[in-house]
């Protein structure tokens, strides 16, 4: 267990709509970041958010939103969701940035239809 | 650009036996590894880390090896056992205040009995 929880664990959205997943980080841990994970694939950073900020973001387009809240749970929303969009999206926390240890929760599994 | 790859797309190994994993990278300014493991349908788990300062760390039954001439890490399991098998990605993380992770596309470790 590493204290990284998301919800919801599966969901099935339409092309067009919107989703929002959701994470809680583990105790104590100020920094949370999102990664997309297709099948057969490495995860790929989407965004990192630090003390409520957005704090660095990888190759994704700004349909590709987050949040992170006073107690450090985060949200990653998605617009207009395409096909390619099916993946496995994971949530990472760690303590601080330049932290040793960045942990993973199971991840979301989203399929777009 | 940055990136990391493995050597060995799969690798089987019989129970007992160690398991080696390679890991090329191309960033010469990462100063921080990870080795994580990922079971089926769930999210990566932190095996090991090690920065940049070092050659070599061990942990339980794992050891990570550094080589920063050739930009090549590897991951020593000893004595596999079944539950070992996995995917296997190394990450890096080229430093600084984002804590961005790049990983390859893994390594599948198949432990037979």
């Known amino acids: 267990e590493t204290g990284v929880t998301q919800s919801p664990t599966h969901l099935i959205k339409t092309r067009g709509q919107q989703v929002t997943l959701r994470c809680s980080s583990q105790?104590?841990?100020?920094?949370v970041s999102w990664y997309q994970q297709a099948l057969g694939q490495g995860p790929q950073f989407i965004f990192q958010?630090?003390?409520?900020?957005?704090?660095g973001r990888g190759n994704f387009p700004p349909r590709f939103s987050g949040l992170q809240f006073p107690n450090y749970s985060s949200e990653l929303n998605v617009n207009a969701l395409e096909l390619d969009d099916s993946a496995l999206y994971l949530c990472?926390?760690?303590?601080?940035?330049?932290?040793?240890?960045?942990?993973f929760g199971e991840g979301s599994w989203l399929t777009v239809v | 650009g940055e990136s990391v790859g493995l050597h060995l797309p799969t690798l089987s190994v019989q129970e007992g036996d160690n398991s080696i994993i390679n890991c090329a990278y191309s960033?010469?300014?990462?100063?921080?590894f990870i080795w994580y493991k990922q079971e089926s349908g769930k999210g990566p788990q932190f095996i090991i880390d090690?920065?940049?300062?070092?050659d070599k760390r061990q942990g339980q039954r794992v050891t990570v090896l550094l080589n920063k001439t050739v930009k090549h890490l590897s991951l020593q399991i000893a004595a596999t056992q079944p539950g070992d098998s996995a995917v296997y990605f190394c990450?890096?993380?080229?430093?600084?205040?984002?804590?961005?992770?790049?990983f390859g596309k893994g390594t599948l470790l198949t432990v037979n009995p």
């Open positions: 990472a926390s760690s303590a601080q940035q330049g932290s040793n240890t960045i942990y």
């Open positions: 105790s104590g841990h100020n920094t």
């Open positions: 958010y630090y003390r409520e900020e957005e704090n």
């Open positions: 960033n010469s300014a990462s100063d921080y």
């Open positions: 090690i920065r940049s300062n070092m």
């Open positions: 990450a890096e993380n080229p430093g600084g205040s984002n804590y961005k992770l790049t």
